[in-house]
């Protein structure tokens, strides 16, 4: 857990977010058909599962 505050990972979660965030805009601008936005929308939730990883594991016991 000490890896979360290192400069490395800060410059990743920074790099997820900006790609998140032009994903978003390609999503938003042009009407896509479904497949191209589940893609986007896949992308964007991979990353955010990226940037997630500093965080505490959910337990188990929540999704009982």
Do not use: Y
């Not at 900006?18 to 390609?26: C, D, F, G, M, Y």
Request: aromatic letters at 2%; a positive charge; glycine letters at 2%.
């Amino acid at each position: 857990r000490e890896d979360v505050d290192s400069p490395v990972w800060r410059k990743i979660k920074e790099h997820c977010q900006s790609r998140i965030n032009v994903l978003r805009e390609l999503n938003d601008s042009a009407s896509k058909d479904s497949t191209k936005t589940a893609l986007l929308r896949g992308q964007i939730r991979e990353l955010k599962n990226l940037m997630a990883l500093d965080k505490p594991a959910p337990s188990k016991e929540a999704d009982d």
